[in-house]
């Protein structure tokens, strides 16, 4: 598991509003049994992105929404393998999570 990897998301029940989880989660917190995941939401029902908290992405071909004031753990072993590596999205993925806690 890596920072900025993709994943399905684990709850099927969510997967037509939710198909994706990101994980920001530093690397070196590797041995903990959960990471910290952002909610990559369809852009479509979503409703209107705020500006730098919810920058739009590809996935798969779907537009979506990363979801940043929605951050949750996840259990790792809920987590199967990952659908890309997003570490390209960096700057725009850290410049929500500045914006979310303050450091802008």
Same mark, same amino acid.
């Not at 890309?84 to 450091?103: C, E, H, I, N, S």
């Given at each position: 598991?890596?920072?900025?990897?993709?994943?399905? #998301?684990?709850?099927?029940?969510?997967?037509?509003? =939710?198909?994706?989880?990101?994980?920001?989660? #530093?690397?070196?917190? @590797?041995?903990?049994?959960?990471?910290?995941?952002?909610?990559?939401?369809?852009?479509? @029902?979503?409703?209107?992105?705020?500006?730098?908290? #919810?920058?739009?992405?590809?996935?798969?071909?779907?537009?979506?929404?990363?979801? =940043?004031?929605?951050?949750?753990?996840?259990? =790792?072993?809920?987590?199967?393998?990952?659908?890309?590596?997003?570490? @390209?999205?960096?700057?725009?993925? =850290?410049?929500?999570?500045?914006?979310?806690?303050?450091?802008?």
């Amino acid at each position: 598991m890596a920072r900025f990897d993709v994943y399905p #998301n684990p709850f099927a029940a969510e997967r037509k509003e =939710t198909p994706f989880l990101l994980d920001v989660q #530093n690397d070196h917190l @590797g041995p903990l049994v959960t990471r910290v995941m952002i909610p990559l939401r369809a852009s479509k @029902g979503f409703g209107i992105p705020a500006r730098r908290l #919810n920058p739009e992405f590809e996935v798969k071909g779907m537009a979506v929404v990363l979801d =940043t004031a929605s951050l949750a753990p996840v259990p =790792t072993a809920w987590l199967k393998a990952p659908v890309m590596q997003a570490d @390209g999205w960096r700057g725009d993925v =850290t410049d929500a999570l500045d914006t979310l806690f303050g450091a802008y």
